[in-house]
C-alpha cells in the first residue's frame, strides 16, 4: 500500500492529500530515509513525521486497505 493512503487509512493523517503534501516537502521518513507518498509500506517499517518542532514516529503493525475508526489504531504503534 501507498505511504499516503496508509497514513490515511490508519488515521495519523486525517486526509490523503495532506499526506501527500507532507511527504513531497520531505516532512516524512521512513526508516530514517526521506520517503515519497508512492514509497510501499511494509510490516515493521518505522515511519517518522515531523510537524513543525515535533517529531512522531510509528512502528507499522499491520497493512490493510479499509480500517475502521476503532480498528485504525491496530494498524500501527507509537514509538
Known amino acids: ?11 495519523i493523517i ?8 507532507l511527504c513531497d516537502a520531505k516532512h516524512v521518513d521512513v526508516n530514517g530515509k526521506a520517503a515519497r507518498a508512492s514509497y510501499e509500506v ?3 517499517d518505522v ?3 515531523q510537524m513543525g518542532q515535533t517529531l512522531r514516529k ?3 503493525l ?9 480498528g485504525a489504531d ?6
Open 1 to 11: 500500500m501507498r505511504l499516503d493512503k496508509y497514513l490515511k487509512v490508519s488515521r
Open 14 to 21: 486525517k486526509r490523503r492529500t495532506i499526506a501527500n503534501q
Open 42 to 44: 511494509k510490516v515493521g
Open 74 to 79: 491496530e494498524l500501527f504503534r507509537p514509538l
Open 47 to 49: 515511519i517518522g513525521i
Open 62 to 70: 499491520t497493512v490493510a486497505e479499509h480500517a475502521s475508526k476503532e
Open 58 to 60: 510509528f512502528e507499522v
